[in-house]
């Protein structure tokens, strides 16, 4: 079964940092392209972050560039998301996602998420 | 960045209604417009992309059409399951953005 598993959430204070972790199964993580997308409380979703099969091209969205990293172990089937200066609006479900094989930037497996909650 | 709006922001039907949602791109994204079905607490489920196909596994109540700025999504004959919110994406831009979301409540 091809499944994705987010987990690192929890609550952080402001300025803090935090790791989030993505672990893949169920399909050759190495290679397709990943993704990172979050939706704060009652809010709609938002594109984070993206990563190629071998790790060498990232992109970002102009909220978290300079202060969130995407990265992945292909050797430990796991993405991650460095997040750093985190602030309040930063407060989201994050999910994982996978690029759809063909279809560029379309998602077509999605984590369950792991919350993340920037508060003091 | 591409604004995708979607309309209506919410809306009551009854199971057996043709429903139809509407997404508007703020500019020509061709046919790179996928849809997406959110029920509460879960993740996002494909059930569209290039506009028009289904993704696999998805009943074909659900349909799509639309090209270039002009998109809806269709559900033909609505079920107790289909109760939820639902998204449209674009990917034409790198930089890939959401519409606010459509939520089809019970009426």
């Known amino acids: 079964e091809v499944q994705l598993v987010e987990s690192g959430g929890g609550l952080v204070q402001p300025g803090g940092s935090l790791r989030l972790s993505c672990a893949a199964s169920g399909f050759t993580f190495s290679s397709y392209w990943m993704h990172w997308v979050r939706q704060a409380p009652g809010k709609g979703l938002v594109w984070v972050s993206r990563?190629?099969?071998?790790?060498?091209?990232?992109s970002y969205a102009d909220s978290v560039k300079g202060r969130f990293t995407i990265s992945r172990d292909n050797a430990k089937n796991t993405l991650y998301l460095q997040m750093n200066s985190l602030r309040a609006e930063d407060t989201a479900v994050y999910y994982c996602?996978?690029?759809?094989?063909?279809?560029?930037?379309?998602?077509?497996?999605w984590g369950k998420g792991t919350t993340v909650t920037v508060s003091s | 960045a591409i604004r995708m709006t979607q309309s209506p922001s919410s809306f009551s039907a009854s199971t057996g209604d043709r429903v139809t949602i509407t997404c508007r791109a703020s500019q020509g994204i061709s046919s790179y417009l996928a849809w997406y079905q959110q029920k509460p607490g879960k993740a996002p489920k494909l059930l569209i992309y290039a506009a028009s196909t289904l993704q696999s596994g998805v009943p074909s109540r659900f349909s799509g059409s639309g090209s270039g700025t002009d998109f809806t999504l269709t559900i033909s004959c609505l079920q107790s399951e289909d109760f939820a919110t639902y998204y449209c994406q674009q990917y034409y831009s790198y930089l890939i953005t959401f519409g606010g979301g459509t939520k089809v409540e019970i009426k």
């Open positions: 996602a996978r690029e759809k094989r063909e279809q560029q930037l379309l998602m077509d497996v």
């Open positions: 990563i190629n099969s071998d790790g060498s091209s990232t």
